[in-house]
């Protein structure tokens, strides 16, 4: 379970690697230096304590990338989040899957 400044997101697996998209949180149309969200997860929430955060700037985006935003969790607890019109798997997709 994750969640980006208290919006909840999908359910993660542990050590993925991978991505998820998150519904519903609301963005700027235009982005501006500085812009950072707070990124909460945990890998079992019966276990007390067990929440892991991180604050993750995010990245520069246009108009055009408006669709969905994007959360990347890796191995290490390295967060990157994305606002973005691809999907994971587009050439152009900023954030290949860590092999």
């Known amino acids: 379970m994750f969640a980006v400044d208290s919006y909840g997101g999908h ?4 050590n993925g690697g991978g991505g998820k998209f998150i519904c519903c949180i609301s ?3 235009k982005w501006h230096a ?3 969200v707070t990124v909460r997860w ?3 929430e019966r276990i007390p304590d067990s929440w892991k955060e991180r604050v993750v700037e995010i990245p520069k985006y246009t108009k055009e990338d408006m669709g969905a935003f994007a959360v990347h969790f890796y191995p290490d ?6 606002v973005t019109s691809k999907i994971e798997g587009h050439p152009d997709y900023p954030y290949p899957r860590p092999k």
């Open 11 to 14: 359910s993660i697996f542990p």
């Open 77 to 82: 607890d390295t967060v990157k989040v994305l």
């Open 34 to 36: 500085g812009m950072k």
């Open 27 to 29: 963005m700027p149309r």
């Open 42 to 44: 945990t890998e079992d």
